[in-house]
């Protein structure tokens, strides 16, 4: 209790006619004053009725300074020769000091405000406070976004800023799904990243299935009407944040700056590199990474992320380590509901040979090829990711089936290989024996 509930107190004891010294010198003790003090505070609510300090005239920052403080830019010192030249055509004008007014600044502006008179919105919102949001489960919800990478790439011999499109899961911190392109990504990018999130068969697992939930920023139109549009058809809702909003998706917006600051920045031609005197750059002439190199080392990245990082919040754990131990179950979409999802057509007719599908000059098999050899096809394919095709006929465009890179085929796809040529002819040998029956 202040001034005013003491003065109040001794008041009502005065009414009373029962105020005496020893009340004075308590208060007096337990405010640290003089007792003369409390006396003046008790004669001040006996004559003026006043219980507090008689208050003092002193400068306000009314709605004129602040558009003076905005239109300075927040510099008081300029603010002050305005006040002082409108005084100085306006006798009737009251000049503050220059101290008065700074006081004036700092008690009734809060820190935000005069960060955000200087440097704008994005300065006062670093003084804002924000609410976390509860703890996630895996594929609770996911966050995806555009990054544009400040890393010079050579693209066919031209420099280009290739741009990343990502989905994270803000449970686990693990980065589900990645695309990347030499130019501004198009729809087929953010098809693709949000593919190799759903999938969870190699080479994409372990994380995947559906989210319960994704955000994107409204600020990328086409970033969130493809993703609703893909999302729709699985019953996934989409939340569209506003524009210019990136603390409503912190996850996302702290994987972007991860990666500028843990990878991205040690690469050559940084494009936020720190400069020479006159602007001039330590090596200019620093060879360009090829782009197939910069998504390698992308990829791995973001391996290591997932499988060696151990982010903040997750106990200690990776994200892998995070997402295996939570046990929520996982909504997994069939392969033939994902045949025609964000896959790039190859845009040529092949044909189906005993080696296979040729596809880059490297051969594509499957169990289901066996006895179709001559049939043409037509091929379709995730980017970055040479490891699996999907084929269709070439004729009615019905899907055939995924094909897998014969070199990379595991023991199990080779037996698979060998068990379906079995079970052709095996059907064959029946079907000859069948026949020679009919005959006798």
């Not at 990711?385 to 999907?390: D, F, L, N, P, T």
Request: aromatic fraction near 6%; charged fraction near 25%.
């Amino acid at each position: 209790m202040g001034r005013e509930g003491a003065v109040a107190r001794l008041i009502d004891l005065d009414s009373r006619s029962e105020l005496t010294t020893a009340h004075v010198r308590l208060v007096a003790s337990a405010l640290g004053v003089t007792e003369r003090a409390v006396w003046y505070w008790v004669t001040a609510a006996r004559t003026e009725g006043r219980l507090s300090a008689r208050p003092r005239s002193r400068t306000v920052i009314t709605p004129e300074v602040r558009r003076l403080l905005a239109f300075r830019g927040g510099n008081i010192a300029a603010v002050h020769r305005d006040l002082a030249a409108r005084a100085a055509a306006d006798s009737s004008v009251e000049l503050p000091s220059l101290r008065a007014l700074q006081r004036a600044v700092r008690r009734d502006l809060s820190v935000g405000e005069r960060a955000g008179l200087r440097g704008g919105e994005a300065a006062r919102r670093a003084h804002d406070v924000f609410g976390k949001r509860p703890a996630l489960w895996r594929n609770a919800c996911w966050e995806g976004d555009h990054k544009h990478v400040p890393v010079q790439v050579d693209v066919g011999g031209e420099l280009a800023c290739p741009w990343i499109t990502w989905f994270i899961d803000c449970g686990t911190r693990y980065v589900a799904g990645v695309a990347v392109t030499p130019h501004a990504p198009s729809r087929d990018a953010v098809l693709a990243a949000l593919r190799t999130s759903i999938t969870r068969t190699e080479p994409f697992g372990p994380a995947g299935g559906l989210p319960a939930l994704v955000r994107v920023d409204r600020g990328k139109e086409f970033l969130c009407a493809t993703v609703t549009s893909a999302l729709g058809a699985f019953a996934v809702p989409v939340h569209d944040l506003p524009a210019y909003s990136p603390h409503l998706k912190g996850t996302i917006e702290a994987l972007n700056d991860s990666v500028e600051e843990m990878f991205l920045v040690s690469l050559p031609r940084y494009t936020h590199r720190p400069k020479l005197t006159g602007g001039r750059l330590a090596d200019p002439d620093a060879p360009p990474l090829t782009f197939a190199a910069f998504v390698a080392l992308l990829l791995d990245w973001v391996r290591w992320w997932n499988t060696e990082h151990r982010p903040a919040g997750l106990d200690g754990r990776t994200p892998t380590e995070a997402w295996s131990a939570d046990p929520t179950p996982l909504r997994d979409v069939p392969p033939e509901h994902l045949a025609f999802f964000a896959l790039e057509d190859d845009g040529r007719t092949r044909t189906i040979t005993t080696n296979g599908i040729s596809w880059r000059r490297r051969p594509y098999i499957a169990p289901w090829m066996v006895g179709h050899t001559d049939t043409k096809v037509r091929l379709r394919h995730l980017p970055h990711h040479v490891g699996e095709i999907e084929v269709f006929d070439a004729s009615t465009g019905r899907h055939l089936g995924a094909a897998y890179l014969a070199e990379q085929a595991s023991p199990e796809q080779v037996r698979a290989l060998r068990a379906a040529r079995t079970a052709a002819a095996r059907r064959l040998r029946a079907d000859l024996k069948a026949a020679e029956k009919l005959r006798r």
